[in-house]
């Protein structure tokens, strides 16, 4: 009988490095929002065949209705998850602000690990959900006074990263494309200099792409540019198997990272044989 | 009184507490942050706050996202 081979635990695998961030340590550099499953069982288990070790959550309004439903706490084990509450909807610096202090305190609550970090977005329009530079950069400066570790999503404008990492990000992330569009990296090249740029005077500060992942190679890409995480949420949560695309995001993460630290050969306008000329037997064209 | 809360206007108790009105809300299960104002009220100080007729409450939890 053929012998299943051993296959390595995320952690057993060549190159994956704990991840340090906002105070933290992580195996996995995936991170996955818990929005727009079809049912909070689908989520449960996709977050589980992800093997992310974080997810985000949104900050909402109880419904004032007495509703027997199962809230998202439910279906999350806060045992294997570290949970990142989002501004998710602020258009404002006062509003974001006020979000982040709101999750702060549920966090606080709940005895989580960890209640001061916050995914920082403040969104300058509905339609694109692009975020306000401006406004990033202010929220970011008030939140890091008042204590949080602001993981902060941004575009892929360099300049714009470096700016809010200096008003005191614990970690910035720029979008590969537009939330939710399934666009993937857009421009890698801007996302480069985001990462030279961010590191330039730190090689560890975290720089997590985050927005627009649709697939897994998108997750790859991102990880192979020098990443140091993926975060996605609609990817998996609106595939057509929510459950499988997670699996594939986790070999996906890992698989790019790998790329990455093996150092890849460059590109070249003109083949160069992967066998010998010499010793041949056939008729070379030319010679 | 009447108060705002999450939106709508609601009569509750004169000078009621944050953790009554969470309470008299059925919210009391899960965890749920109060803001009143635009001011966070922190959880230490639910039971203590009392509200005033005209105050504007939002009482939050969450829920999924991205």
């Not at chain 1, 049912?39 to 109880?62: F, I, K, P, Q, W």
């Not at chain 1, 929220?139 to 404008?157: E, H, I």
């Not at chain 1, 666009?183 to 801007?190: A, D, E, I, P, T």
Request: net charge neutral; charged share 20%; proline share 5%.
């Amino acid at each position: 009988m053929l012998q299943t081979p051993h296959r390595p635990a995320v952690h057993e695998e060549p190159g994956q490095t704990p991840f340090h961030i906002a105070g933290r340590t992580l195996n996995s550099r995936l991170f996955v929002g818990t929005g727009k499953y079809k049912t909070y069982d689908l989520m449960r288990e996709s977050l589980n065949a992800s093997g992310c070790n974080v997810v985000t959550v949104a900050v909402r309004r109880e419904r004032l209705l007495n509703e027997q439903g199962r809230s998202l706490l439910d279906f999350i084990d806060l045992s294997k998850f570290t949970i990142l509450p989002n501004t998710a909807g602020c258009f404002s610096v006062e509003d974001a602000v006020r979000v982040a202090k709101l999750g702060r305190d549920i966090l606080e609550q709940l005895g989580h690990e960890g209640s001061d970090w916050v995914k920082l977005e403040v969104l300058g329009d509905k339609k694109t959900l692009l975020p306000d530079p401006a406004g990033t950069i202010e929220a970011t400066r008030q939140l890091a006074k008042d204590g949080f570790k602001v993981l902060a999503y941004t575009s892929d404008d360099p300049i714009a990263a470096l700016r809010i990492k200096e008003a005191g990000a614990a970690c910035v992330m720029p979008a590969g494309s537009p939330i939710g569009s399934g666009q993937g990296v857009l421009n890698r090249s801007n996302i480069v200099l985001c990462l030279e740029l961010l590191k330039q005077s730190d090689p560890n500060y975290p720089v997590i792409v985050d927005a627009g992942v649709g697939s897994a190679s998108d997750v790859s890409v991102a990880m192979e540019l020098g990443a140091d995480g993926v975060l996605l949420n609609t990817a998996i949560a609106h595939a057509t198997s929510a459950v499988m695309m997670a699996h594939a995001m986790r070999h996906a993460c890992i698989a790019g990272r790998q790329s990455y630290l093996a150092g890849r050969i460059p590109r070249k306008l003109y083949a160069t044989a992967s066998s010998p000329w010499e010793g041949t037997i056939s008729y070379i064209p030319g010679e | 009184m009447t108060i705002t809360i999450n939106g709508e206007e609601r009569k509750v108790d004169n000078a009621i507490t944050v953790r009554a009105l969470i309470e008299m809300l059925d919210l009391g299960k899960a965890a749920c942050a109060a803001e009143v104002n635009k001011t966070l009220v922190p959880r230490r100080e639910h039971d203590s706050r009392r509200l005033n007729e005209g105050d504007v409450i939002e009482l939050v939890s969450l829920v999924g996202g991205g």
